[in-house]
Structure formats: structure tokens, C-alpha cells
């Protein structure tokens, strides 16, 4: 199973928006509502920012959105801020007989 | 809270062999499907391995599958990876992942991740 693509790198100035895309098949993200995201600070251990395309774990700023068209899911970080610099994962659900494919991740600079 | 503590790395010799073990707490663990994710250097994310709650299923990736074995405890809280004939390209940080459901045969999100454990396959 091919990892998911998703772009290297994305940047936005503060308070700005911006948009990392994650593109499967469908077998995978286009089969699937079963999108998940994960943001990992550098040394960290990554933590899950969004499940099932949509939706927010408690905790999670409503500043970060999911979506899906097709085989390409998207997160979308509205308001930048400078705590929001990291690395991006996505994953998806690709059937029961391969569990946990993840994007190749998208680097996040704010400016 | 929930806790997810990794422990057993460390430098191996190709070829050798390593048991990681994960201790959990704050909650049910016996009702839940646990992961193995690791991360070489600079690298991303790459599933490894999956255990249902009551331990009856696994999933292993084609990279790992006949020399690495998952496996529970759920009495003692902990989730083990048993690596033997180690590769260099094994060389990464693994991290114990709690799933969201008791099965591994649907969707699981990956919530929490433990702090990971640095395993080094080198001569």
C-alpha cells in the first residue's frame, strides 16, 4: 500500500488561513469517511487533530477543519498561530486487510 | 489520564533481537485494540503492527511481517513488540498507540501516542 500524498511544506503569516491536501485512491480515502489527522511538533510525539474527515477530538481548537472530495481529504488551520508550526499527517482507512495508511506529511511554517 | 509508557530500546546489532514494551493506564485496556507506529530519522509515519483488545487478531506491514510479533497482557496493562533479525532500515523511533475501537478490522483513530522508544539497528 502506497502512502497517501500530501504536499512538503505550507506556509501562512499569522492569523491567515491555510490548507494541506491529502491525496489516496479508492481504495483509501475515496472508499472511506475515515480520514484522520495528526500534528506532530519537532521531538514530539504526534497527537490526532481530526477523525472520521470532521470531526474535532475535545481539546482541539475549532480553528482546525476536515473535509473530503473524491480520492483528496483536506485540513484547513484558519487564524494562524505560531504554535501551530509543525508537521501534518494524514491517515486514512484502506480496509481490513491494511490498516493505517499516512500520508507522506506537510511541514507548516508560520511566517 | 490516559498514559502510554514505552520502554526496551536501544542499540541492536543487525540480525539481533529487541522487545519493546508499552505500559498503559487511565484507562480500559483490555477494551480497546492497540498499535505500533514508528518513525525512522527524519522521516514520516509508518504503521507497523495491530492488536485486537482480547488479542485474538493481528495485522502486521509487509516490512515487518514473520519477524515481528505483537502481543498483550491484559492484566498487566501492557502491550509488547517482540523484533527479531533486525535491519538497519528498522532504525526508528516506535511509538504504542491506543486505537479507538476493540477491533482492528474497522477504522481506528490513533489517540493518544506514548512518547516513543529509539530502537538502533547498527553494527
Known amino acids: 500500500q502506497s502512502a497517501l500524498t500530501q504536499p512538503p511544506s505550507a506556509s501562512g503569516s499569522p492569523g491567515q488561513s491555510v490548507t494541506i491536501s491529502c491525496t489516496g485512491t479508492?481504495?483509501?480515502?475515496?472508499?472511506?469517511?475515515?480520514v484522520s489527522w495528526y500534528q506532530q511538533h519537532p521531538g514530539k510525539a504526534p497527537k490526532l487533530m481530526i477523525y472520521?474527515?470532521?470531526k474535532r477530538p475535545s481539546g482541539v481548537p475549532d480553528r482546525f477543519s476536515g473535509s473530503k472530495s473524491g480520492n483528496t481529504a483536506s485540513l484547513t488551520v484558519s487564524g494562524l498561530q505560531a504554535e501551530d508550526e509543525a508537521d501534518y499527517y494524514c491517515?486514512?482507512?484502506?480496509?481490513?486487510?491494511?490498516?493505517?495508511?499516512f500520508g507522506t506529511g506537510t511541514k507548516v511554517t508560520v511566517l | 489520564e490516559v498514559q502510554l509508557v514505552e520502554s526496551g530500546g536501544g542499540l541492536v546489532q543487525p540480525g539481533g533481537s529487541l522487545r519493546l514494551s508499552c505500559s498503559a493506564s487511565?484507562?480500559?485496556?483490555?477494551?480497546?485494540?492497540m498499535h505500533w507506529v514508528r518513525q525512522a530519522p527524519g522521516k514520516g509515519l509508518e504503521y507497523v503492527s495491530a492488536?485486537?483488545?482480547?488479542?485474538?487478531?493481528?495485522y502486521y506491514a509487509d516490512s515487518v511481517k514473520g519477524r515481528f510479533t505483537i502481543s498483550r497482557d491484559n492484566s498487566k496493562n501492557t502491550l509488547y513488540l517482540q523484533m527479531s533479525s533486525l535491519r538497519a532500515e528498522d532504525t526508528a523511533v516506535y511509538y504504542c498507540?491506543?486505537?479507538?475501537?476493540?477491533?482492528?478490522?474497522?477504522?481506528?483513530?490513533?489517540?493518544?501516542w506514548g512518547q516513543g522508544t529509539l530502537v538502533t539497528v547498527s553494527s
Open positions: 498507540v491506543k486505537g479507538s475501537s476493540s477491533t482492528i478490522l474497522r477504522y481506528n483513530w490513533f489517540d493518544p
Open positions: 487511565g484507562f480500559t485496556f483490555s477494551s480497546y485494540a
Open positions: 492488536i485486537s483488545s482480547n488479542g485474538g487478531s493481528t
Open positions: 479508492s481504495s483509501d480515502v475515496g472508499g472511506y469517511n475515515y
Open positions: 472520521e474527515v470532521s
Open positions: 491517515s486514512s482507512y484502506a480496509g481490513s486487510n491494511n490498516l493505517g495508511v
